[in-house]
């Protein structure tokens, strides 16, 4: 979120002075009105000991599993309420702290960057070549977290006498979970360690502050060879007008090697080189000539508005939610609502082709016909259903509202609330 240059002064006089806890709770609860507003309610000392001590508050994470497209599971660790507050303010302190020293490779999580400028990089090269770190969040321990806060800008070290401060901080972001780590042979082991919980809202701004130094070391590689290199999270992303990344090549050789000193792992079943003349892409965006988004997925927004506006919302919806659960592997809790899918998917090719995009605004002008004729039909129903409901009463009222046919109109939009009158 935007901050203003005086609220960010204030953090960053407010943290280089800090001392003591108390100095740390005073900062979040400032933090909590920015992001909350005035009437928020301050934390109390208790909240920030409880949520900071692991064995005290053993339901801090709720632990669920998303399906990626590959068929494999994403373990996702959900903070509770309470510790999800703490961690969004003390994210932002961080990131306040942490921002003039975003090194320019890191695009991802970084205020005011977003993947197009990560994949802007990459256009117009002959070599695209991408990799990913394995289990980017808990490869990260809380040990490590606590020493990287022990420097500049944050200087939470023993000389500053604030070690205790750089401990509670890893504390609350950090959770007790059972990970994989390489092991002397070379196989992988299971082990239980304290890390980066993917779910957090400070483990993202965390990862970009332990990634500082592999963005330096991989940089400097990428100028000795005469690369590009951007981050975003754990995809990495090198591109040339020259062939470096043949096996056992001077380049990959030193990039293996600096991935491993930095206590990263690459997974090579995410590793490929991507050459001109066939599709490249970069964290989802096509890169061949400017950034553009892949041709299927206009053809898709096309053709979900042409069933609404030919079939209506729900004879449509039932082709879109199809397509829609083929691609995303899962549906989250409830139905997916199709004006909004596709109201996002018109943001973010907005996002990625700008607002001026002829193909952007022809969509836009569709979905907004198809849209405001959803609405008039409802408005229409919904005056129906309230006539008949003064007429014949609410049994036939209500037999209406989940019975009644109309063209256009998704009935099961409305609730049973809409029929509340003032």
């Known amino acids: 979120m935007n901050i203003t240059e005086e ?41 920030i000991n409880y949520h900071s001590n692991s064995k005290a508050s ?13 068929g494999a599971e994403r373990t996702i660790h959900a903070p509770s309420k309470g510790l999800k507050v703490i961690q969004k303010c003390l994210n932002l302190i961080l990131q306040t702290v942490y921002a003039q020293h975003q090194h320019k490779a890191a695009t991802g999580f ?17 070599y695209v070549y991408n990799l990913d770190l394995k289990d980017f969040f808990p490869s990260i321990d809380q040990a490590r977290v606590w020493g990287r806060l022990k420097f500049p800008p944050f200087n939470l070290n023993e000389k500053s006498n604030k ?85 056992g090549s001077e380049f ?39 950034v553009n988004v892949p041709k299927r997925y206009i053809k898709q927004l096309r053709m979900w508005l042409y069933y609404w506006e030919q079939y209506g919302y729900d004879r449509a919806y039932s082709f879109f939610v199809q397509q829609y659960k083929a691609d995303k592997g899962y549906v989250k809790k409830g139905k ?20 001026d995009n002829t193909a952007y605004l022809k969509l836009v002008e569709r979905y907004n016909r198809v849209t405001n004729q959803l609405q008039y039909d409802k408005a229409a129903l919904f005056s129906h259903i309230l006539e008949v409901w003064e007429k014949e009463g609410i049994e036939q009222a209500m037999a209406l509202f989940y019975n009644e046919p109309t ?16």
């Not at 206590?263 to 995410?270: A, L, T, V």
């Not at 199709?338 to 082709?353: E, F, S």
């Open 336 to 355: 997916p609502d199709m004006a909004n899918v596709i109201k996002g998917k018109l943001d973010y090719l907005k996002m990625v082709k700008g607002a």
């Open 58 to 70: 053993k339901n801090r994470y709720t632990v669920f599993f998303i399906k990626k497209k590959s």
């Open 7 to 47: 609220q960010s002064q204030y953090i960053l006089s407010n943290f280089s002075s800090m001392k003591s806890k108390e100095d740390l709770l005073s900062l979040l609860n400032y933090a909590k009105v920015i992001i909350y507003g005035e009437k928020a309610v301050p934390f109390a000392l208790k909240h």
């Open 163 to 247: 070690l205790k401060l750089a401990n509670l901080i890893a504390s609350l972001c950090c959770h007790e979970m059972e990970v994989e780590r390489i092991q002397p042979d070379a196989s992988w082991q299971k082990v239980v360690r304290n890390v980066l919980p993917q779910g957090a809202p400070t483990s993202p701004t965390l990862t970009n502050i332990i990634c500082q130094q592999l963005d330096f070391y991989l940089s400097a590689v990428a100028k000795r060879f005469s690369l590009k290199y951007s981050r975003y999270a754990d995809d990495i992303t090198f591109s040339s007008q020259h062939n470096v990344y043949q096996e």
């Open 110 to 126: 970084v205020p005011g960057k977003s993947i197009v400028d990560n994949a802007k990089l990459h256009t117009n090269s002959l």
């Open 252 to 290: 990959l050789k030193e990039l293996h090697r600096i991935i491993a000193a930095q206590n990263f792992h690459i997974k090579p079943s995410k590793t490929r080189l991507q050459k001109q003349g066939y599709r490249q892409e970069v964290t989802g965006i096509v890169v061949n000539d400017d």
């Open 407 to 422: 063209k256009g109109t998704k009935i099961s939009s409305f609730s049973e609330d809409d029929l509340l009158l003032d």
